[in-house]
């Protein structure tokens, strides 16, 4: 199998524009937040791995927002960047000037159209929806020649007048028609009926490009993504992960994988690298801290997993008996070396490279001495515990606090108690705190040195391996005025995890304050 699946001799029939949002609509996800570092550091990603345009964020939300879609604009190499705009005036004029410096530069604005929205959120009637589509698709078309218009809301959108938002959006310059499923409503062939129906009514739907844009609400963001291929889309909007508001988007490495698996029945050509897809998945999930489920496709730590007895006698024998793809084909290494405390460098290089990381000297060298000392406190080091240690690393690198040490006194007589030394902003702080139960101890320490008012909504504990010496992967989501955060740590003492993960959230929620605070400074 070839890495890439773009073919450049493809015509534009069959060539499907992937358009990333993991930076827009991810990171909407509740708790995944990225800093300005991290948004750039995805997106140079992104880039390289063949992503046609990458929506970099929501320029009029805040200013980091803008100064984010700015920096990325200026940088990308390859793809397109698009700034996010609702169908307002200084929305639109905002995106231009974040999208200005791009090479190839999009304005993606929106308005609602189904009798829903219009009655509840838009309090508008349908006649002054055109009239605001036509205004606002021209305005932005004055600032750039690459225009995206949606419907929010289309699935749920009577066809007549779909189509007649559609017809005026093109007229006013728009050159991409998103009709999403916002709501996650549609089954694949109510959707991709749709693209047929309004294709075939609009008289000039020929001068645009037809996207698809699904939420996984009832499971079927891929498969309506895929359905609308099928109804002539030629642009499919997705996230690294799936992730996005709610049940999340349809994901990117599902539907370049659809796309490379199944070309008998899906025609079509992309230009995304699949063997860069896991390297993805691994760095969106450690700069948001959403873990990826052990099932999900393609990038998942079982996809290519096989326990069955039955599963096993048949891959000894032939690989594609239970396999439909290969695991290099999205950057997966099929092979296992045993990891101990006799490790040499060159052999934990090689592990990386295995398990799709490339890291810089200084943060290789970091990595090193932690496995060093993991290798020391475990009997059996397996992949999962080093993907948990280089993700616990790259997540907490531009952290302002850290946890040095933690030492808890626990048992039946109570109460408990937690002496913690923390880090911050490069100085030491110890404290001794008691609590009901040694969790409780040790965040309560934790708030001792940094005064807060924030709620713990959740507290999870699974172990990465087997074993009584497995790794504890903690997560923590923290709560204040309305801003939730989710950190994670990642060690094998589980009250260590425990305050890495809840010193993990502390250190969001405070990038979290210092945005609101610099908004309210400007507004």
């Known amino acids: 199998m070839t890495e890439a699946i773009r073919n450049p001799a493809a015509s534009d029939a069959d060539r499907v524009v992937i358009f990333d949002t993991t930076l827009r609509d991810g990171e909407q996800c509740p708790g995944a937040t990225m800093t300005f570092e991290e948004k750039l550091e995805v997106a140079d990603f992104l880039d390289e791995m063949g992503v046609d345009i990458i929506e970099a964020g929501f320029p009029i939300a ?3 927002d803008f100064e984010a879609v700015s920096a990325i ?26 999208v200005r410096h791009a090479q190839r530069g999009r304005i993606h604005t929106f308005v609602s159209t189904s009798p829903i929205h219009l009655a509840h959120q838009m309090k508008k009637s349908e006649d002054e929806v055109l009239a605001i589509i036509a205004s606002t698709v021209a305005r932005a078309r004055n600032l750039v020649d690459d225009v995206e218009w949606s419907a929010m809301d289309a699935t749920r959108t009577p066809l007549d007048y779909l189509c007649r938002c559609v017809d005026t959006a093109i007229k006013a310059g728009a050159t991409t028609i998103n009709l999403p499923d916002t709501v996650g409503y549609a089954t694949p062939e109510e959707y991709g009926a749709m693209f047929r129906e309004v294709r075939a009514r609009v008289a000039n739907s020929d ?16 498969a309506n993504s895929l359905a609308g291929l099928a109804g002539g889309a ?7 992960n799936g992730i996005g508001e709610r049940a999340g988007n349809a994901a990117l490495e599902e539907v370049v994988m659809a796309l490379k698996t199944r070309r008998d029945v899906l025609p079509y050509e992309c230009g995304v690298t699949s063997t860069m897809l896991t390297r993805a998945s691994k760095l969106v999930s450690a700069v948001t801290n959403f873990p990826v489920q052990y099932n ?3 990038v998942g730590r079982n996809a290519f997993a096989h326990e069955s007895g039955i599963h096993q006698d048949g891959m000894l024998k032939h690989q594609n008996t239970y396999e439909i793809m290969t695991p290099q084909s999205v950057g997966v290494g099929k092979t296992s070396l045993v ?45 999962e515990d080093i993907e948990a240690l280089v993700d616990d690393g790259v997540a907490h690198a531009h952290d302002r606090m850290r946890v ?13 108690s937690a002496t913690l030394t923390l880090d911050i902003d490069g100085m030491s702080h110890t404290v001794q705190a008691r609590g009901n139960g040694p969790v409780d101890a040790t965040f309560n320490a934790i708030k001792m040195l940094v005064a807060h008012e924030a709620k713990l909504q959740l507290y999870q504990v699974h172990a990465v391996t087997e074993g009584t010496d497995a790794q504890a992967e903690v997560s923590v989501r923290l709560e204040e005025d ?37 908004a309210m400074q400007l507004g």
């Open 62 to 64: 805040s200013n980091g």
């Open 73 to 98: 604009a200026t940088r990308v190499k390859t793809a397109s960047v698009a700034g996010l705009a609702r169908a307002i005036d200084k929305d639109i004029d905002r995106a231009g000037e974040a």
């Open 207 to 222: 001068k645009a490009i037809f996207s698809v844009h699904c939420h996984d609400d009832l499971g079927l963001a891929v």
């Open 234 to 240: 030629r642009q499919i909007e997705c996230t690294i």
């Open 296 to 298: 999900k496709a393609i």
């Open 339 to 383: 990891m101990g405390k006799h490790t040499g460098r060159n052999a934990f290089r090689q592990k990386l490279k295995e398990l799709g990381y490339e890291l810089g000297e200084n943060a290789f060298e970091d990595a090193f001495n932690r496995f060093k000392g993991l290798a020391d406190r475990k009997k059996h080091v397996y992949d």
């Open 404 to 416: 040095v040490e933690l030492q808890v006194i626990a048992g039946t007589f109570g109460p408990q």
């Open 482 to 518: 309305g801003r939730a955060v989710t950190g994670r740590g990642a060690d094998t003492d589980t009250m260590v995890a425990s305050a890495k993960a809840y010193v993990a959230a502390l250190n969001k929620l405070m990038v979290k304050r210092q945005k609101t605070a610099q």
